[in-house]
C-alpha cells in the first residue's frame, strides 16, 4: 500500500484514525506472483471452507500433478472429475475450476500481462462470467493479487463486522451503507477494508 494511504485515511475519518493507531502499519502484501488463473482456482477451492480444510483439500489438488508446483489450464481440463473430486473438491468445485481452465485458453481469464491493463470494472465483468466466481472472488483478486488500491468488498461479512465493531453499530451495516460511508476513504479503500478485518481480529 502506499505511505499516503495511512495519512488520508487518517485525515478523512476519525473513528477508523483511532484504529490504525491501535493496529499499527498496515501489513497486507500483495502476492503478484500468482497468475490470475492460479488466484482463481486457488480461491475457489477455498470458498465456503475454513483456512485449515481448504490448505488441505487444495495441497491435496495440487498433488495431483506431481511435477509441477501448479498445473497448467490444460493439465486441469485433463484431470477427471473423479480424481479432483477424490482429493476432496466439491462437485461444483470440480466444475468451477475446470471452467477456469477452459475461460483462461479462451482468452475470458486475461495473463498477467493483459490484466494489469484492465479497470477493475473491466476485470469484474470479465471474470464473473466464468462457473464459481461472483463479485467477492473478483474483489479478493484485485486486492490480494493485483494490489489494487481502491477496493472495496462491501459484502464480506469480516469488513462488515469490523465497521460494525469500528463505529459502535449494533447491526452489521449492509452492503449499500458501507458503500456510502467508503467514498470518505477514497483511493484507499483496500487499506481501510484491511484495517477493518483486523478490528475483527482484535475481538477475537
Known amino acids: 500500500m502506499t505511505p499516503d494511504a495511512l495519512a488520508h485515511l487518517t485525515r478523512a475519518d476519525k ?3 483511532r484504529l490504525i493507531r491501535k493496529v499499527g ?3 497486507l502484501t500483495p502476492v503478484t506472483r500468482r497468475t490470475p488463473f492460479q488466484a482463481l482456482v486457488r480461491s475457489v477451492t477455498f470458498q465456503q471452507l475454513n483456512g485449515k480444510a481448504a490448505e488441505t483439500i487444495f495441497g491435496r489438488v495440487l498433488a495431483l500433478f506431481p ?3 501448479f498445473p497448467s489450464p490444460e ?3 485433463g484431470m477427471s472429475d473423479e480424481k479432483l473430486r477424490a482429493a476432496g473438491l466439491s462437485r461444483n468445485k470440480t466444475a468451477a475450476v475446470k471452467d477456469i481452465a477452459a475461460k483462461t485458453i479462451a482468452g475470458v481469464v486475461p495473463d498477467s500481462r493483459t490484466i494489469k491493463k484492465l479497470s477493475n470494472e473491466e476485470i469484474l465483468e470479465r471474470l464473473t462470467a466464468v462457473r464459481g466466481v461472483g463479485p467477492w472472488t473478483v474483489e479478493m483478486l484485485l486486492m490480494f493479487t493485483l494490489g489494487r488500491e481502491d477496493v472495496l468488498p462491501a459484502t464480506d461479512f469480516g469488513v462488515r463486522k469490523g465497521f460494525a465493531l469500528t463505529y459502535g ?3 452489521l451495516p449492509s452492503p449499500k451503507e458501507l458503500l456510502a460511508h467508503g467514498e470518505k476513504w477514497r483511493p484507499h479503500r483496500t487499506t481501510a477494508s484491511w484495517y477493518l ?8
Request: with cysteine; net charge neutral; hydrophobic share 40%.
Open 75 to 77: 493439465d486441469l481440463l
Open 197 to 204: 478485518w483486523r478490528a475483527v481480529d482484535l475481538e477475537s
Open 15 to 17: 473513528t477508523l484514525a
Open 169 to 171: 453499530l449494533q447491526e
Open 67 to 69: 511435477r509441477k508446483k
Open 25 to 27: 502499519p498496515c501489513q
